[in-house]
């Protein structure tokens, strides 16, 4: 009885939470839930909403300290859900891992509820939204096309199921011919989108979306960018913007005057700022954030950060660096500095690169190795490499420093050497 009156007692306040929630009152509803949670303990809705309310706020911090806790209670109850509850968990914490910059995790979580076996036909939709969801990710990434094409055009051919699944799926499928046709042809899907009953909310994220997508991608010509602001000001979509999103809308003006501080901002996810970095570098090659590009994502796990360095790091890469190696082992890489033992592999075969164009595979086992080539050491010295460029790659964000191609060891096109 005191655990059925315990329940009773968690939900009566979490409906209070959601009330105020409704109206917009974040801070209060974030006292009430977590007033909830300390009384009653844990739960995946409870810690969903606790989460929502954290960002909503902006306080990002505790944000991902709940969004951790909502990952732990999915793992440790999971036995214990409905499947509705399961799915709705796995698709807000996609969504929140995101916004963290944890895209692994977040291609995991709707992974997981995508190919979830559930014994109801009712929950078809929620799964489907998981591979709306997946597909507008990964259409924001720079995932190979072929791949693309597949979740494109699985998710075309689902029916529209109710008006969320709708707009989450019109969403990902306006993001995907971007980067499949073109901004001008998704455009179409854009206007569709915005002439239709959705809520501002929605209409408002799809076309920021679209916005980010398409200068990341440098695809918006004059004609397309006056259209957008025709759009803003026909659905009054820039009332309300935050301060990301004034931040787009000066990108599509073609103001790239900024303050790097504002770059950093608590007032942007993780996420957003990142994405603002990487188009302001984009912009302006001279304002040199690489530094504050690494600094936001050098705590996030490495399967994420490769995603990351992988879609969004090439901005920086384009820069050519210079590196230089001198005679105390310090290996300098811009204004970075790390140092190798001389008798280390990476310290041999840099400093054979130091004194020539390429090297080629058999001179470097000779170099390194002492020995003639042989399939072992040619596998030892493809291990060594791809430890040296992860090591570069934990320093300064540059996925790969070192290719082995034709034979043939060389730098990437993009070093000047001193």
Not at 15 to 21: E, H, K, Y
Not at 88 to 107: H, I, N, P, R, Y
Request: hydrophobic content about 35%; charged content about 25%; overall charge negative.
């Amino acid at each position: 009885m005191g655990s059925k009156l315990a329940r009773e007692q968690r939900l009566l306040l979490h409906q209070q939470a959601q009330d105020l929630m409704s109206r917009s009152q974040f801070q209060e509803a974030g006292v009430v839930l977590v007033t909830a949670l300390n009384l009653y303990g844990p739960h995946v809705g409870l810690l969903s909403d606790i989460c929502a309310v954290q960002y909503m706020t902006q306080n990002f911090n505790e944000f991902s300290k709940y969004v951790q806790r909502l990952r732990d209670e999915l793992k440790e109850s999971e036995e214990l859900l409905s499947e509705e509850s399961y799915l709705c968990t796995t698709l807000t914490l996609g969504k929140f891992c995101e916004e963290l910059m944890l895209l692994a995790e977040a291609v995991e979580y709707y992974e997981l509820g995508a190919t979830k076996s559930t014994s109801q036909s009712t929950y078809t939709g929620l799964k489907q939204k998981h591979e709306a969801q997946k597909l507008r990710l990964y259409a924001s990434l720079d995932f190979p096309i072929e791949d693309l094409s597949q979740y494109y055009g699985r998710c075309l051919s689902y029916a529209e199921r109710d008006k969320d699944l709708d707009i989450e799926l019109n969403h990902a499928l306006l993001l995907a011919e971007v980067e499949l046709n073109s901004p001008s042809i998704a455009y179409l899907r854009l206007e569709r989108i915005l002439s239709s009953d959705v809520a501002p909310f929605d209409a408002r994220l799809a076309l920021f979306d679209f916005i980010e997508v398409s200068l990341r991608k440098d695809n918006l010509n004059q004609n397309l960018r006056e259209k957008i602001k025709g759009d803003l000001e026909k659905y009054q979509l820039h009332e309300g913007c935050d301060g990301y999103e004034l931040a787009l809308l000066s990108l599509l003006n073609g103001d790239s005057q900024i303050n790097a501080m504002s770059l950093l901002s608590q007032e942007h996810s993780p996420f957003s700022r990142l994405k603002l970095i990487c188009l302001y570098e984009k912009m302006e090659p001279e304002s040199d954030l690489l530094g504050a590009y690494r600094l936001l994502i050098e705590s996030i796990p490495s399967a994420s950060k490769k995603l990351i360095n992988q879609s969004f790091g090439g901005v920086f890469h384009q820069k050519r660096i210079s590196i230089s190696l001198n005679s105390d082992g310090n290996l300098n890489i811009g204004t970075h500095t790390i140092k190798l033992k001389r008798n280390s592999f990476p310290y041999k075969v840099l400093h054979s690169l130091f004194k020539q164009e390429f090297l080629s595979v058999e001179d470097a086992i000779r170099i390194v190795y002492d020995e003639e080539y042989s399939e072992s050491a040619y596998l030892k010295l493809r291990v060594s490499i791809s430890r040296l460029n992860k090591l570069i790659e934990e320093t300064i964000g540059m996925p790969k420093t070192l290719n082995i191609k034709n034979g043939l060891i060389e730098f990437e096109t993009n070093f000047d050497r001193q």
